[in-house]
């Protein structure tokens, strides 16, 4: 089994930046987090689970929700067997418990979108975005 587990979230203002880091661990090695999908998703309050961005296994090819377009970005590095959500220009909209997730993928530009399409979860980590 594998492990995901998130840090950096915190309590900032509008306008703000943080960095949310997701470390793999279990079964890994620089192949595991080669092979897998790695993905960033959030959940407010009584609301569901949604797709925040995505990043290939090759690093190659990233994807983004509208909402966060231009002001997140994700990043990997596959040596750390880590991932990365750099965000920018923080709103208080932003405010929920972001999780990483991970699945395998064959295709080496695969960004998956929805939470059924990935495996492995962490247990997530709270951003809360003052006005």
């Known amino acids: 089994q594998a492990q995901l587990v998130e840090s950096g979230g915190g309590l900032v203002q509008a306008g703000d930046s943080l960095r949310l880091s997701c470390a793999a661990s279990g079964r890994t090695t620089s192949s595991y987090v080669g092979g897998y999908a790695m993905g960033w998703f959030r959940q407010a309050p009584g609301k569901e689970r949604e797709f925040v961005a995505a990043?290939?296994?090759?690093?190659?090819?990233?994807y983004y929700a509208d909402s966060v377009k231009g002001r997140f970005t994700i990043v990997r590095d596959n040596a750390k067997n880590s991932v990365y959500l750099q965000m920018n220009s923080l709103k208080p909209e932003d405010t929920a418990v972001y999780y990483c997730a991970a699945d395998l993928r064959s295709y080496r530009y695969a960004t998956p979108s929805t939470p059924k399409e990935y495996r492995y979860w962490g247990q997530g980590t709270q951003v809360t975005v003052s006005s």
């Open positions: 990043i290939s296994w090759s690093g190659e090819s990233t």
